[in-house]
């Protein structure tokens, strides 16, 4: 197992080296100078512009400045943000928090309800509830975020006025927040209060995040399951007169996981490229806004470290994907 | 009374291109503690028949029969629930693929464990000391051990070993046994046929065995049915079926056994079992029999009485009139 985990982190390398090359190469190719960003709109002198540029080091060739920040990455450091000037690293980290209480609330979501739906569509095959679920299912997963966000807060924040409509915490909270993840923190303040009022905060970000890896576990856990329910060792588990409850939500759902999982594992990455868009409209302080914000301000440090950071993410969990493998399938499991 | 006792029993499939008659009212006895084999080709309804009297047909099968009770208890009349609590318990069965047949994702421990729990209600302790007599009583070296095995770290005829063990763990009155040996090699094939013949002599249960093979049914049965393309042509105890067959099917089946050969060339059946669209409208083996006439390819024959063996034929043979050829 552990030959494995070392193996599969070799691999890892060359798809850093790729990652790192695409983000340090797309923020450069994108029109516009951070020096004149920052200028704003009082200009700079000639001269005060090559100082600046002498200073980033963008005077020099692109191969000289991607080796530089390579070798800069490979001994943990990420930069500096050209705007606030703190380290990438401390400012990732800061917001990550906030976007993983969100992905992962989504995640939940997507998979409470996913999989059962899946399960019983896949019991029900052809009938009314099935055909029902499953074009939800694709209503869910074609439908734009940011139109589905702005439905679901016109609906529930502005009609019917039950949610907020931004931010993580109503604003006459205040607490230390040791962890960063705003549930935790607000429970262990003892304010009170404070902890519904994060989770009312949650709700929508929460829904609109996860409608999409919902609709995709619904039907790749209908898919699954109907193609175990047909094999053979269901006719055995009937055989035995099991209950169908039994029969479908182990027998036959613990051999239709090994596609399901994969798909999640897929959509830890489709959710943190949501994010992005459901943290902007929501305004919730995580790691998407941070990188959009970025992104306007071409502040190039912070993108491409934020990228790969982002991509560091989603390799650890397909990583830890594969290993959940072994462990729901010993067939697969590894010698 | 018989354990089991199924009257005009008929299944139909829905297909896109309309309804599959599968299994064409028949009628089926067993005593407690009998071996009854079913034989017949592919396709002639012999696992479909046991298929629905255990309740395992996908949706799209149609089961309607007079009566098809079970020690005292009418299947097809009582709900699911009560269903089940037979099912696996008094009534079990057991399949032709040992590799596919059990889950590959839980040890086999536990599969056979499962059944324990769910129809005897014993504690975790009894469970497992009965699991290991199973696996003992089943012939599994290293019963303890193997108990932990998952499906594909073991043979298929250890597999079907605890197929049987599954399948006996809570003492079934009946066990149907779907071709046990097919997918299995020869000499496993005989250890197991005489594993389900002693396992039937210590705990006194009947034994339905679905075969193809007439060896088998000369080794392990007592009393044959005779099954093709969803009827029960012939029925009657191995040692006259052998001697005097009284349907032409029957007949031709054994004369296409090696063993019985006194040709260099084995004699076979020409043709194929008829299928959905080529049903003919008389007797359903009149295309293939060398005896037909215009009454066989018209007219469907009745089952005879018990002393030709209810054969469905026009002209039995073996009857004084005609012998067999």
Known sequence: ?335 | MSLLRIRNLSVSFSTASGAFQAVDAVDLDVDAGEILAIVGESGSGKSVSMLALMGLLPWTATVTADELSFDGADLLRIDRAARRKIIGNDLAMIFQEPMTALNPCFMVGWQIKEALRVHLGLDRATRHKRAIELFEQVGIPDAEKRLTAFPHQMSGGMNQRVMIAMAIACKPKLLIADEPTTALDVTIQAQILDLLADLRRETGMGLVLITHDMGVVAETAERVCVQYAGQKIEEQPVGPLFDQPHHPYTAALLDALPERATDKLLPTIPGVVPGQFDRPSGCLFSPRCKFADATCTTTPPVAAGPELGQVRCHYPLNTGERKAS
């Open chain 1, 1 to 335: 197992m552990l030959n494995y985990v070392l193996s599969r982190l070799f691999t890892f390398i060359p798809t850093f080296v790729g990652v790192t090359l695409i983000s340090f190469g797309f923020i450069r190719v994108l029109p516009g100078d951070p020096i004149i960003v920052m200028a704003g709109e009082r200009g700079l002198t000639a001269e005060r512009y090559a100082e600046l540029e002498a200073q980033f080091g963008f005077d020099r060739p692109i191969y000289v400045q991607f080796w530089d920040y390579l070798t800069g990455v490979l001994q943990g450091d990420l930069g500096n943000s050209f705007v606030t000037k703190r380290p990438v690293w401390d400012e990732f980290f800061s917001l990550f928090p906030a976007t993983l209480e969100l992905s992962t609330c989504a995640m939940i979501f997507a998979v409470v309800i996913g999989l059962p739906a899946g399960v019983i569509a896949a019991v029900n095959r052809g009938k009314l509830y099935d055909r029902l679920l499953m074009s939800t299912a694709l209503i869910g997963y074609s439908m734009p975020i940011f139109w589905w966000a702005l439905l679901l807060i016109i609906v529930f924040s502005g009609n019917l006025q039950w949610t907020p409509v931004s931010g993580r915490i109503d604003l006459i909270y205040y607490f230390p927040d040791p962890t960063g993840f705003m549930l935790i923190d607000s429970l262990s303040s003892g304010q009170k209060g404070a902890f519904t009022s994060a989770v009312r905060h949650l709700v929508l970000p929460t829904i609109v995040l996860g409608t999409i890896p919902l609709a995709v576990i619904a039907r790749q856990t209908r898919s699954a399951m109907l193609e175990v329910l047909g094999e053979d060792y269901i006719r055995t588990a009937r055989a035995k007169g099991l209950a169908p409850g039994r029969i479908n939500g182990i027998h036959a759902l613990r051999n239709a996981l090994i596609p399901v999982i994969t798909v999640i594992g897929l959509s830890v990455g489709t959710l943190l490229a949501g994010a992005i868009l459901t943290e902007t409209i929501f305004s919730w302080p995580g790691i998407g806004k941070w990188m959009v914000d970025s992104i306007f301000r071409r502040d190039y440090p912070v993108v491409q470290g934020g990228l790969l950071l982002i991509a560091v993410a989603v390799m650890v969990v397909n990583l830890t994907v594969d290993m959940l493998y072994g462990v729901i399938n010993p067939k697969i499991r590894k010698r």
